[in-house]
């Protein structure tokens, strides 16, 4: 039998430091998030960042958290209980961190009598630390824990027409009645290194005027060419003028080199140049969280502010909207009677 098993990032259990300290020693010790060897990883995490992040982490979950616990994982939940009622085969949910672990939801997909996995990472572009750290953690378990499972991972779906659709009309919508200059898509940053490290061909990637739009193999697997896609996609569907859009990312970490611009200074030229009124979309996360409830919607409107602008649109993520659940369950029900590659052609 087939089933499905949705993947986000994940979430600290509460914004008790000590919860913070745990997640973020599982997050930030993982690999592909800092590819370093282990131990200068360890020492950067464990030696230097856990020593003071745990706190501050902490505060900026507090003044995001809801009633029900984390906005991310209820958001997913909630995704996950829509999508169940308009399938028939068994959804379940897991997280990259944290106590939702993939092994769990593998697990509980096991006991419905599932021998047949898609993997859904809900991430719309690919990165080595958001989908390929997904991947290689589930063949772990799989040859670990799950020798008999057979296990399929939804490609990156960045430039699906379903996806771009329901994209531009949630942009759409969130700005109808709204009077904005400019409309910024800020993108999670990675360092530069993991671009050209995943560049199949060698030689392509040069985070330069012309890699990104010239084609390229090298595309598949190259997150700053999707997230530059996925805005080009979404002007074309919004008849974007050029001129009133731009991209940028956000969550810098360290000193090495990271993709640029990054967010809080574009959000803070546009008020020191005289923008007024901006809207800042994040096409990177399909579910709400810590990045784009407080380090948007918060830090971003703050600096905004006190660059001069006034005005200050964070459009939500997909979440758990209705035409956004359709579309998933249309993917997953063409791979159950087809297969992934049918599935998002």
């Not at 060897?37 to 505060?59: C, D, H, Q, Y």
């Not at 969550?251 to 009124?277: A, H, M, Q, V, Y």
């Not at 459009?315 to 599935?343: E, F």
């Amino acid at each position: 039998m087939k089933g499905v098993l949705l993947v986000n990032l994940g979430s600290p259990d509460s914004t008790d430091p000590k919860d913070l300290k745990k997640y973020l020693d599982e997050f930030l010790m993982d690999p592909r998030v800092i590819d370093v060897p282990f131990w200068l990883r360890s020492f950067i995490v464990r030696g230097i960042i856990l020593n003071t992040r745990p706190k501050k982490s902490a505060e900026a979950y507090k003044k995001i958290w809801w009633e029900e616990g984390s906005p991310l994982i209820v958001i997913s939940e909630r995704l996950q209980e829509k999508i169940q009622k308009k399938t028939t085969i068994p959804v379940a949910l897991a997280m990259r961190y944290g106590s939702m672990t993939l092994k769990k939801g593998l697990q509980e997909l096991v006991d419905q009598g599932v021998d047949e996995v898609l993997t859904i990472p809900l991430y719309p572009q690919f990165a080595m630390a958001t989908t390929e750290t997904i991947d290689v953690k589930v063949e772990e378990l799989k040859k670990e824990f799950f020798p008999q499972l057979e296990i399929t991972s939804l490609p990156a779906f960045y430039n699906k027409p379903e996806y771009i659709e329901v994209l531009s009309r949630s942009i759409a919508e969130s700005l109808e009645g709204v009077d904005y200059e400019h409309l910024l898509f800020s993108y999670h940053g990675v360092p530069e290194r993991h671009i050209y490290k995943r560049d199949i061909t060698k030689n392509h990637c040069k985070i330069d005027g012309s890699c990104c739009v010239t084609d390229s193999p090298a595309h598949e697997f190259c997150y700053r060419h999707q997230c530059f896609k996925t805005t080009e996609l979404v002007a074309e569907k919004l008849n974007l003028k050029p001129g009133t859009y731009s991209n940028a990312f956000q969550s810098r970490l360290g000193f090495d080199p990271w993709l640029k611009p990054p967010t809080d200074r574009t959000i803070e030229r546009f008020g020191l140049e005289g923008t007024k009124k901006i809207a800042v979309v994040t096409p990177a996360f399909v579910s709400d969280c810590l990045e784009t409830l407080e380090e948007i919607a918060m830090e971003g409107e703050e600096i905004f502010h006190e660059a001069g602008g006034k005005e200050f649109t964070t459009i939500p993520c997909l979440n758990d909207r209705d035409d956004w659940v359709d579309v998933l369950t249309g993917w997953i029900d063409q791979w159950r009677i087809a297969d992934v590659k049918t599935a998002i052609a």
